[in-house]
């Protein structure tokens, strides 16, 4: 019997290796054999500037390590604010439609884009927006348009901003599963969902600050746009007094209430095209690909290096989703190494994580700037560990919708002694010196344990405001002040010392080309991640992943709420994170 089960365990695993094979040429023939055809843009057309699948500012390269090949993809944001600034002199393209985006982009991100947009109606060409609903988010997007349309059923949502903070307190109790929480900076909120059932004054405080920072940031680019006072749209958000299409139009936030399919008559009458004919229209995304290099200057030998750091900082190789060290680190010392980069920006959004992998591209940053200038650029969150990374650069720019600072730290220690006890779990141990056990789970923490942690934590909270400190020539007792893991707006930032100027990456690669002394240069982006070609398959569709099982299972709405949970569940040792990733529609 156990000749033959080994017979049978032998031609199954070949048969796994000849099906995973046979799909793995698939995939690597459909990534890498090759040229892709290009969408050629046609004359009199029009940019459909849909951005359901734009949520990232890069979009990545990856090193296929165990074929030797890579992929690079052009449908990040900054893709698509290079392809935008392209179409200003593209004589193919006469305008630019933005119609039911329902976009994923953050508030700063969105600011860039609609600076970019504002920059894109300088060449003479239109921008027209429609939507049947519009979002808040969406619509501080579409309010830059020459027009905006809504459907005549539809919605406008504009009534100010909120934040809500999910707490698991009352949860912890009902299931005996703690979450032990040590911390350093009463403004270090990150943690208070697992000790408190509401917000704390201080947090409540510092949230309110923030809202109201971005909501002023959205105001006065929309009262610019829309030639309303920002009393005005106040009024109107106070009242609802947009909530119908007549009422929204009456209020002077929209041009028009009509469909779609007339909303399409005007782009023909603004191109000179024949009511009943179609147009020629091209989508954001092709038109990056197409133009991925058509701005940059390929004659320059100069260049300036933008290293991408966005996500969740964590130990490991990392993605486009997590900033790891593997790929950070080694980006950055390409980069340093390499004499034909100029200066680097590090282009940061991230609510931070990790403590330690912060130090370690702290680190990288430090010895690069010995070399070459380093000019950070914030995005939607450059806050706590995504500070740290930024706090020692030559330069740092930031909009004014980004959430910064929250410098602080804690860890979390998750304890299921309570649960054990009601289920009639038990432990025993024996030990050979007085803290040889360490911690258990299973057991209540005790207050020597307890005391090293919080003696790990203040550690870490005095390296990272000396960190600060030194970055930004400030005193230690300065950085203190406006520390205590206190998060700030992007316009807040600037007051204290935070950050240098309110900017996005335009702004950033100009100050790195004047602190380099170089007039003309070329970008290179980075990191590459390294990853094997059998990952592939899950992202190919030929596994279901668990994440997508869930989602699919729960729904969007519940799986981003069960996210959340995760999060926070599995912060374990001392994390310099933000407090919580704010979310405005």
Same mark, same amino acid.
């Given at each position: 019997m156990r000749f033959l089960s080994n017979v049978l365990a032998t031609l199954v695993g070949l048969f796994l290796f000849f099906m995973i094979s046979f799909f793995g040429l698939i995939i690597i023939a459909?990534?890498?054999? &090759?040229?892709? /055809?290009?969408?050629a843009v046609e004359s009199n057309s029009v940019i459909e500037l849909d951005l359901s699948k734009v949520s990232l500012d890069y979009a990545g390269k990856i090193n296929f390590t165990d074929i030797g090949q890579y992929t /690079?993809?052009?449908?990040?944001?900054?893709?698509?604010?290079?392809?935008?600034?392209?179409?200003? &002199?593209?004589?193919?393209?006469?305008g630019i439609?933005?119609?039911?985006?329902?976009?994923?982009? &953050?508030?700063?991100?969105?600011?860039? %884009?609609r600076d970019a947009l504002t920059d894109f109606k300088k060449s003479g060409k239109f921008v027209y927006a429609y939507a049947d609903v519009y979002s808040q988010k969406d619509y501080y997007l579409a309010s830059v348009a020459d027009k905006v349309y809504i459907n005549p059923v539809g919605e406008l949502d504009f009534k100010g901003l909120s934040a809500e903070v999910m707490f698991f307190k009352n949860m912890q109790e009902k299931s005996g599963v703690k979450m032990e929480v040590i911390r350093h900076g009463k403004y270090k909120s990150a943690v208070e969902p697992f000790l408190e059932e509401k917000m704390s004054e201080a947090n409540r405080e510092q949230t309110n600050q923030l809202i109201q920072s971005l909501w002023t940031s959205m105001l006065k680019d929309i009262s610019t746009s829309r030639k309303l006072s920002v009393e005005q749209l106040n009024a109107i958000a106070n009242n609802l007094g947009?909530?119908?299409?007549?009422?929204?139009?009456?209020?002077?936030?929209?041009?028009?209430?009509?469909?779609?399919?007339?909303?399409h008559d005007v782009i023909r009458k603004a191109l000179d095209v024949e009511k009943d004919t179609g147009y020629n229209t091209v989508s954001i995304v092709d038109y990056a690909e197409a133009n991925a290099t058509s701005a940059m200057d390929l004659e320059s030998s100069d260049k300036i290096a933008v290293i991408y750091a966005q996500g969740e900082i964590a130990e490991g190789e990392g993605d486009v989703n997590i900033i790891g060290d593997g790929a950070m680190r080694r980006a950055i010392r390409a980069a340093r190494r390499d004499e034909d980069v100029k200066a680097i920006v590090l282009r940061v959004d991230s609510p931070g994580g990790d403590a330690l992998?912060?130090?370690?591209?702290?680190?990288?940053?430090?010895?690069?700037?010995?070399?070459?200038?380093?000019?950070?650029?914030?995005?939607?969150?450059a806050a706590s560990g995504g500070y740290y990374i930024a706090c020692n650069a030559n330069k740092i720019f930031a909009e004014e919708t980004t959430i910064t600072g929250s410098i602080g730290v804690f860890g979390v220690i998750p304890n299921f002694a309570e649960l054990s006890q009601r289920i009639g779990l038990t432990?025993?141990?024996?030990?050979t010196n007085a803290q040889a056990n360490g911690y258990s789970p299973f057991r209540p923490m005790d207050d020597s344990f307890r005391a090293v942690t919080q003696e790990g934590v203040e550690r870490v909270y005095a390296t990272f405001v000396k960190r600060v400190a030194e970055g930004r020539k400030l005193t230690p007792a300065q950085v203190d002040a406006i520390g205590q893991g206190r998060v700030w707006s992007g316009a807040d930032a600037i007051k204290i010392g935070l950050v240098d100027a309110i900017g996005g990456m335009d702004?950033? %690669?100009?100050?790195?080309?004047?602190?380099?002394?170089?007039?003309?240069?070329?970008?290179?982006?980075?990191?590459?991640?390294?990853?094997?070609?059998?990952?592939?398959?899950?992202e190919m569709g030929l596994i279901q992943s668990r994440e997508s099982l869930l989602k699919e299972t729960m729904g969007a709405e519940n799986y981003a709420v069960f996210q959340r949970i995760q999060v926070l569940a599995r912060q374990r040792g001392v994390m310099a994170r933000v407090p919580y990733? %704010?979310?405005?529609q």
């Open positions: 459909a990534v890498f054999g &090759g040229d892709e /055809e290009t969408v /690079e993809n052009h449908d990040g944001l900054m893709d698509i604010i290079h392809a935008l600034s392209y179409a200003k &002199g593209d004589t193919d393209i006469k439609s933005i119609i039911n985006s329902n976009s994923a982009l &953050g508030m700063a991100q969105t600011k860039a %884009l947009a909530r119908t299409p007549e009422m929204a139009k009456a209020s002077r936030l929209i041009d028009g209430i009509t469909y779609e399919d007339h909303y992998t912060s130090d370690l591209i702290w680190r990288e940053i430090e010895l690069t700037k010995k070399v070459k200038p380093v000019v950070v650029s914030m995005g939607n969150y432990v025993d141990q024996v030990q702004e950033a %690669l100009a100050e790195a080309a004047k602190l380099a002394k170089i007039k003309t240069y070329r970008t290179q982006e980075f990191p590459e991640y390294e990853r094997e070609v059998f990952a592939f398959f899950e990733e %704010l979310e405005i």
